[in-house]
């Protein structure tokens, strides 16, 4: 090693003999070193140009002018204040309070329901209103440092500590809905309910958004969602349930009653024993073995423990109900890939249709297929790229992708699929391409407990009169208004979520 390190010294010190210019073998050999050409060589007028003007900007201070990750440019343009000073001159004083925030936030130039973050980052608290000279301030800095409306919103719910978002960060927010829309008003007799409402709004967001499965939402991601759109449609709609994303009651309230439901014992979380009740059975051991391993949540106690909180089991029913959903996919498909090399193979499709074959039998089922037909239908339907081997890919592309799933761990619906018309789900998606499953499912669901919750009403009514005089109302508009709350009353006295 010694004589090498020498003899590259060496070379390093010899001097060089010639040097091509690259502008061509024509041009002049050099001898000297590069150091003394370059001292040497006669500097073009534009070159000289540069060097001056380089010259004369040495020790100034040149202004950051890209900000990568959040999303900043440099602006000289002025702010044009107008609008948010005369707003500010129609409220007495020097401050806004939280309910003054409205106006004052569409003032800005944000939706109505940014006005909460908004009151927080211009120092409003419960007990201290906001300064309007800070609310200008505030206004004149998220228009200038930041491009966006997605990095300007993480910004506000971050007060500029990360670039990303968590759950947490969602809670104010959507506690100032709750508080504050009309379609909303009805839960102030329930207080109890808020939490839940909360969390289950909050596990949503990141189910729809979260693509990258980290539990922090980036700038990227949120510009990808249509989460700020969804916030901005909240105050054209005075009925919370026509925004069916992320904030419909009606959604909430379907997916807490079936928590509820196989929750036996009340204690906020589920069990595997639990899950399995889940619509009558109809998963196998082996997909909520995989479940419960920590294949599709972060949560430690569902791995330690084998208990699954509200928030996974708000994403497992969206998982379960909408298997056309990328999130969905993604889901399955994690429990399906055994050793996480991303791909389902021969041997994991066997290994969960098993069970599957199993649970007929059991059921005394006599016409099914067997392995080696099952594996062969499903690879026609898939259409994997590469042979036997299903990639996550795949399954996106493929519009029956919850046949699959269904196929391999979902007994009820494996069999509702193998006797119906073989044209239906294509006839589903044509017929009903403005609406999710999630969406049919939740709509379904919703009018089925309100059915029984207005005939369990009916049965412990004595005052028979006033139930048939009320018969031509439409039971859903009764809870909407407020009467499905004698419902939610048998939840009271559980610990919040």
């Known amino acids: 090693m010694s004589g090498d390190s020498t003899t590259t010294k060496e070379a390093s010190n010899s001097p060089q003999t010639s040097a091509t210019s690259p502008t061509g ?88 329901f940014w006005k909460q973050p908004l009151f927080s980052a211009a120092g409003g608290t419960e007990q201290r209103p906001a300064a309007k000279d800070r609310l200008l301030t505030l206004r004149r800095e998220l228009t200038k440092n930041f491009r966006d409306d997605s990095s300007r919103f993480v910004h506000l719910l971050t007060r500029g500590a990360r670039q990303h978002l968590v759950s947490d960060d969602f809670l104010p927010l959507v506690q100032d809905i709750v508080d504050s829309h009309p379609g909303l008003s009805f839960l102030q007799e329930a207080p109890e309910f808020h939490g839940r ?52 009651y009606e ?8 928590f509820w439901d196989i929750d036996t014992d009340h204690d906020l979380f589920i069990s595997k024993e639990d899950l399995r009740r889940h619509n009558n059975y109809a998963l196998s051991d082996r997909i909520i073995d995989r479940i419960f391993s920590g294949a599709v949540s972060r949560n430690k106690s569902l791995l330690t423990e084998s208990r699954m909180s509200y928030p996974d089991f708000v994403w497992f029913l969206l998982a379960e109900e909408d298997k056309r959903h990328p999130r969905s996919i993604e889901y399955w498909f994690r429990c399906m890939d055994l050793d996480g090399d991303g791909v389902i193979s021969l041997y994991e499709m066997e290994y969960f ?18 392995l080696q037909d099952c594996v062969c239908t499903m690879l026609d339907m898939v259409k994997p790229a590469q042979p036997n081997r299903i990639a996550l890919g795949d399954l996106k592309r493929c519009k029956l992708a919850g046949v699959f799933f269904d196929t391999m761990f979902n007994l009820h619906k494996f069999l509702d699929y193998e006797q119906r018309d073989p044209f239906a789900n294509l006839r589903d998606i044509q017929e009903c ?34 139930d048939f005089e009320n018969m031509e109302e439409d039971p859903a508009e009764n809870f909407r208004s407020g009467e499905g709350l004698k419902f939610l009353e048998s939840f009271k006295g559980s610990k919040e979520i």
Request: one cysteine or more; charged letters at 25%.
């Open 433 to 466: 391409a403005g609406m999710s499953d999630w969406e049919k499912y939740a709509a379904e669901m919703y009018e089925i407990l309100v059915a029984e919750e207005s005939n369990g009403a009916m049965h412990d009514d004595a005052a028979y009169a006033d």
């Open 251 to 258: 959604h909430f309230y379907v997916i807490y009653c079936k």
């Open 25 to 112: 073998p024509s041009s002049p050999t050099a001898t000297a070193t590069p150091s003394e050409d370059a001292a040497s060589t006669p500097a073009g007028p534009v070159v000289t140009a540069l060097l001056k003007e380089a010259d004369s900007l040495r020790g100034q201070d040149i202004p950051r002018f890209y900000f990568p990750d959040t999303g900043r440019v440099s602006s000289a343009a002025p702010v044009d204040d107008s609008r948010l000073v005369q707003a500010l001159d129609e409220i007495q004083g020097q401050t806004v309070t939280l309910a003054q925030m409205a106006d004052i936030a569409k003032a800005m130039g944000y939706p109505k």
């Open 197 to 248: 409402y909360v969390n289950t709004v909050i596990a949503r967001i990141f189910y729809e958004v979260n693509a990258s499965w980290t539990g922090r939402i980036t700038c990227q991601e949120l510009r990808r969602s249509k989460l700020l759109a969804t916030i901005a449609s909240l105050e054209l709609k005075d009925d919370i349930n026509e925004v069916t994303d992320f904030f419909s």
């Open 353 to 370: 249709y098993t069970e599957q074959m199993r649970r007929m039998e059991e059921a005394r089922i006599e016409e099914y297929q067997g």
